[in-house]
């Protein structure tokens, strides 16, 4: 798995998140809490590099993901084991939280 954050899109959503665990950031460009997490979101991605997908989709570019998730504000978190929704946080969330939150369902 990848180091870095994952940028996925409409076409590439379902690979991301049907195996093992994933973290899906649902953000937009402009959003500025969404711009908060981009540090947090990068370290996930570091320390959880072989163990789970750290990803995020902009929902004005790719949208059709954003509506299928029920995704109305953002950021939204979304985590996902094997294709499926188990946990989801809304807003600027805390690298402890987000951490917790993964090791949660890797365990």
Known sequence: MPDAV??????TFRAATE????????YGAWCPPCKQLEPVMEKLARDYADRA???KLNVDEYGEAAVDNSIEDIPTIVV??????VERLFGAQGIETLAETLNRWLA
């Open 6 to 11: 994952l940028e996925i899109t409409d076409g």
């Open 53 to 55: 997908v750290i990803a």
């Open 80 to 85: 996902f084991k094997h294709g499926a929704e």
């Open 19 to 26: 195996s093992g665990v994933a973290l899906v950031e649902f």
